[in-house]
């Protein structure tokens, strides 16, 4: 006689008490720090933010000019649209204030340790937890914690890369990198060096040019497209002037007052944002047209030094490397104040650069607009199964299941992990659904009494042979230098981006496909797999607590949140249909 099956002594939605230790308080913790209450119960979650302040890269970065070089409307959560942004391309402290007004807007900070530094994580697979050491930067002391999931959200781009060459210490100016500025430091009268042409660079240099007496030398050794704003025609739907980028306090009373007229606003800049995909496949009637629109403009901008447009101006595809509007950039560089110099960089000296033509150019501080180590394993030793480092997984390129798995590290998810970035529409839809993915997975676990959830080796490869076969057609594999490929940027693999668009990504990350993972159960092999059926109850007609109600609400599914209300008469008729994606 088989032995019956042991019932587990608890509701079916009972939800087993998990510790959730989330690395990074910028857009992404904070938006875990928002759905992981709001979805999960029994959740003990804790965010370890190693600065003194949320806000992730824009905390970090405060470089002048700092922006957002996407629509601010297109680069805010979902749920929480901002009426008030000063600009189309709003300013970093905005975008920071705007953070940090959401993490206390949705009650984040009490989960968020600031001034927290993740030292070192470890998968110890006898207790199926991950062992974290933690140092607080603010008293230097270390700690032990331990968590049944791990989400890395510390973004892709918050490890500076300082240039390596040589004598680049010897110089006895001010030195600085563009996300480690010195705020306190007086660029008037000053001959400044500015090292890149990278988002970064193009944002700094039209703000340092202005700067009285300025002398600059821009130090540029690739070719890059800068791009026009926003085409007319999206321009004249909004109804902004492209040479006036900036909101009127009337018309932020007005998307403030008319909620329906913001909507419409965001919307016009998704829809805009979300059918220029095509630009990105070489040879694609829109990229050769973007090309011939883009390369007049910018021989126009820069028609008092044509040579500038010589040289800038590429044979790559439009997106290759990060495409950015650069207000003012152009026209920056044409001023009598600045110097571009395109002969290789030699050595920096005690006084200056000296480049490979034997030229030296004296200069006071030297801004290095040099980037990010991207696509890289976190900065810090991150150990999963068997002593394997995610730095050695992620040689010879990184790769991550949908961006955000990696097989040999059980219960750990990324947030904008490799190939999560896009070439167009918006990214925070798409770290939403990342989270959306990852707060899934951990109710998985929770609920269905899974002890850890990795997904399968050969699903990781395929994903990997998928993004390596998509990008073939693509402007990305086109012969540039960009943060976007592998090998430091060099390489023939694409790690930065995701192998399709916006809307592909969104679609991938709405269901997770299960079966791609490996699970084992609480009971391990041969236990009851079932055991998580529980006792007959939900936890939602149980007497609360404090026995003066119930557990939940006994009726939930009446709630219009969980109603999916069909249109009457056929779909097909209605306008809607047309319009709406099917849900699942
Ligand atoms: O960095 P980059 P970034 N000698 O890697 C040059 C985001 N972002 O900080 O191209 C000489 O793009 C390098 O030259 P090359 C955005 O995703 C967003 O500017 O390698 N030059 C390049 O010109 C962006 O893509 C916003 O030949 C050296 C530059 O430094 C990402 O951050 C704003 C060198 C690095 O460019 C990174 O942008 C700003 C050397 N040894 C940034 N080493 C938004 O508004 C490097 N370079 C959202």
Same mark, same amino acid.
């Given at each position: /006689?088989?032995?019956?099956?042991q019932?587990?002594?608890?509701?079916?939605?009972g !939800?087993?008490?998990?510790?959730?230790?989330?690395i990074?308080a910028?857009?992404?913790?904070i938006?875990?720090?928002i759905?992981i209450?709001?979805?999960l119960?029994?959740?003990?979650l804790?965010i370890?933010?190693?600065?003194?302040?949320?806000g992730?890269?824009w905390?970090?970065?405060?470089y002048?000019?700092?922006?957002?070089d996407i629509p601010?409307?297109?680069y805010q959560y979902? %749920?929480n649209p901002n009426?008030? +942004?000063s600009?189309?391309?709003a300013?970093?402290?905005?975008?920071?204030?705007?953070?940090?007004g959401?993490?206390?807007?949705y009650?984040?900070?009490?989960?968020?340790?600031?001034s927290?530094?993740v030292e070192?994580?470890? *998968?110890?697979?006898?207790? #199926?937890?991950w062992i974290l050491?933690v140092?607080?930067?603010?008293?230097?002391?270390?700690f032990e914690? $331990?968590?049944?999931?791990?989400?890395?959200?510390?973004g892709n781009?918050?490890?500076?890369a300082?240039?390596?060459i040589?004598?680049l210490?010897?110089?006895?100016g001010e030195?600085?990198?563009?996300?480690?500025w =010195?705020? $306190?430091?007086d660029? #008037?009268? &000053?001959?400044i060096?500015?090292?890149?042409?990278?988002?970064s660079?193009?944002q700094i240099?039209? &703000?340092?040019q202005?700067?009285?007496?300025?002398?600059?030398?821009?130090?540029?050794r690739?070719?890059?497209?800068i791009?026009?704003?926003?085409g007319?025609?999206v321009?004249?739907?909004?109804?902004?002037?492209?040479?006036k980028?900036d909101?009127?306090p009337?018309q932020?009373q007005?998307?403030a007052? =008319?909620p329906?007229?913001?909507?419409?606003f965001?919307?016009i800049i998704?829809?805009?944002?979300?059918?220029?995909? $095509?630009?990105?496949?070489?040879?694609?009637?829109?990229?050769?047209?973007?090309?011939?629109?883009?390369?007049?403009?910018?021989r126009e901008?820069?028609a008092?030094k044509?040579?500038?447009a010589?040289?800038?101006?590429?044979?790559f595809?439009i997106?290759c490397r990060?495409a950015t509007?650069?207000p003012?950039y152009?026209?920056a560089?044409?001023e009598?104040?600045? $110097?571009?110099i395109?002969?290789?960089?030699?050595t920096v000296t005690a006084?200056?650069?000296a480049?490979?033509s034997g030229?030296e150019v004296?200069?006071d501080?030297l801004?290095?607009a040099?980037? %990010?180590?991207?696509?890289?394993?976190?900065?810090f030793p991150v150990?999963g #199964?068997?002593e394997?480092?995610?730095?050695s997984?992620f040689?010879p390129?990184?790769?991550?299941?949908l961006?955000?798995?990696v097989d040999g590290?059980?219960? %750990?998810?990324?947030?904008?992990?490799? =190939?999560s970035a896009i070439?167009s529409?918006?990214l925070?839809?798409i770290?939403?659904?990342?989270?959306?993915?990852?707060?899934?997975a951990?109710r998985?676990?929770q609920?269905e009494?899974?002890a850890t959830?990795?997904?399968?080796?050969e699903r990781v490869?395929? +994903?990997?042979d998928?993004?390596?076969e998509?990008f &073939?057609?693509?402007?990305?594999t086109?012969?540039? !230098?960009?943060?976007?490929?592998?090998d430091?940027g060099?390489?023939?693999?694409?790690?930065?981006l995701w192998?399709?668009?916006?809307? !592909?990504a969104l679609e991938?990350?709405?269901?997770?496909? +299960?079966?791609?993972?490996?699970?084992?159960?609480?009971?391990?092999?041969?236990?009851?797999?079932?055991? *998580?059926?529980?006792d007959g109850?939900?936890?939602?007609h149980?007497?609360?607590?404090?026995?003066?109600?119930?557990g939940?609400?006994?009726?939930w599914? /009446?709630?219009?949140?969980?109603?999916?209300?069909p249109?009457?008469?056929?779909?097909?008729?209605?306008?809607?249909?047309k319009l709406?994606?099917?849900s699942h």
């Amino acid at each position: /006689m088989p032995t019956p099956p042991q019932l587990k002594e608890a509701p079916i939605d009972g !939800h087993r008490p998990m510790k959730v230790r989330v690395i990074g308080a910028g857009y992404s913790g904070i938006y875990l720090g928002i759905r992981i209450p709001q979805r999960l119960r029994n959740v003990d979650l804790q965010i370890y933010e190693k600065n003194e302040a949320v806000g992730g890269t824009w905390w970090v970065n405060r470089y002048p000019g700092c922006a957002c070089d996407i629509p601010a409307h297109s680069y805010q959560y979902s %749920f929480n649209p901002n009426p008030d +942004w000063s600009a189309f391309y709003a300013p970093q402290k905005e975008i920071c204030a705007y953070l940090q007004g959401s993490a206390e807007k949705y009650g984040v900070m009490r989960y968020v340790k600031l001034s927290h530094n993740v030292e070192s994580c470890r *998968w110890d697979d006898s207790r #199926k937890k991950w062992i974290l050491n933690v140092k607080r930067t603010d008293t230097g002391e270390i700690f032990e914690d $331990d968590a049944d999931v791990l989400i890395a959200a510390r973004g892709n781009l918050s490890d500076p890369a300082w240039p390596n060459i040589p004598g680049l210490q010897s110089f006895q100016g001010e030195t600085m990198h563009s996300a480690r500025w =010195n705020e $306190d430091y007086d660029f #008037k009268n &000053k001959r400044i060096g500015v090292i890149g042409n990278g988002s970064s660079a193009i944002q700094i240099v039209p &703000k340092l040019q202005k700067i009285e007496g300025a002398q600059l030398s821009c130090f540029v050794r690739s070719k890059t497209w800068i791009t026009n704003p926003f085409g007319d025609s999206v321009m004249n739907k909004l109804g902004l002037d492209p040479k006036k980028l900036d909101f009127s306090p009337e018309q932020r009373q007005e998307f403030a007052n =008319n909620p329906e007229k913001l909507y419409n606003f965001r919307k016009i800049i998704e829809l805009d944002g979300n059918t220029i995909h $095509d630009v990105s496949l070489r040879g694609s009637a829109m990229q050769q047209g973007a090309i011939g629109l883009f390369g007049t403009a910018m021989r126009e901008r820069l028609a008092k030094k044509p040579e500038i447009a010589e040289f800038l101006i590429p044979s790559f595809g439009i997106g290759c490397r990060r495409a950015t509007p650069g207000p003012g950039y152009l026209e920056a560089l044409a001023e009598s104040n600045v $110097d571009f110099i395109t002969d290789p960089i030699d050595t920096v000296t005690a006084t200056g650069v000296a480049l490979k033509s034997g030229r030296e150019v004296p200069l006071d501080a030297l801004v290095c607009a040099t980037g %990010f180590n991207t696509g890289s394993a976190p900065p810090f030793p991150v150990y999963g #199964k068997g002593e394997l480092s995610l730095q050695s997984r992620f040689t010879p390129y990184p790769t991550a299941y949908l961006s955000l798995a990696v097989d040999g590290f059980p219960n %750990f998810f990324m947030m904008l992990g490799p =190939n999560s970035a896009i070439g167009s529409g918006s990214l925070t839809v798409i770290l939403e659904n990342e989270g959306d993915y990852i707060v899934k997975a951990i109710r998985k676990l929770q609920k269905e009494d899974y002890a850890t959830i990795s997904v399968k080796p050969e699903r990781v490869r395929d +994903w990997a042979d998928y993004c390596h076969e998509y990008f &073939k057609k693509t402007v990305y594999t086109d012969q540039c !230098h960009s943060w976007y490929k592998s090998d430091g940027g060099f390489g023939d693999r694409i790690t930065g981006l995701w192998p399709g668009s916006a809307l !592909h990504a969104l679609e991938a990350l709405r269901a997770p496909r +299960w079966e791609d993972f490996d699970y084992e159960g609480l009971e391990g092999e041969g236990g009851n797999r079932m055991k *998580w059926l529980g006792d007959g109850w939900s936890v939602t007609h149980m007497p609360s607590e404090d026995g003066k109600g119930w557990g939940g609400d006994p009726a939930w599914y /009446m709630e219009p949140c969980f109603m999916d209300i069909p249109l009457p008469g056929r779909p097909e008729d209605a306008e809607e249909f047309k319009l709406r994606p099917f849900s699942h």
